[in-house]
């Protein structure tokens, strides 16, 4: 059996959840994860717009 790699460290988890507030309570609790900056709310495609990069046609 080959060992599987180890998980060390995640340098970027992104979730959408319903409740912004409550999440981050659950994860900070439960992981003691901590909430490094907050962009948006953004329109869709917004964040596209905001680097100057384009869509694929």
């Known amino acids: 059996m080959t060992d599987a790699p180890a998980f060390l ?3 970027h988890v992104s979730f ?3 409740d912004l507030e ?9 992981f003691g994860a901590r909430e490094l900056f907050r ?3 953004l ?14 046609r």
């Open 9 to 11: 460290a995640a340098d």
């Open 16 to 18: 959408t959840v319903p």
């Open 22 to 30: 409550a999440a981050i309570a659950f994860y900070a609790d439960t």
């Open 39 to 41: 962009m948006g709310p």
């Open 43 to 56: 329109a869709a495609g917004g964040w596209r717009r905001m680097s100057g990069s384009r869509a694929p």
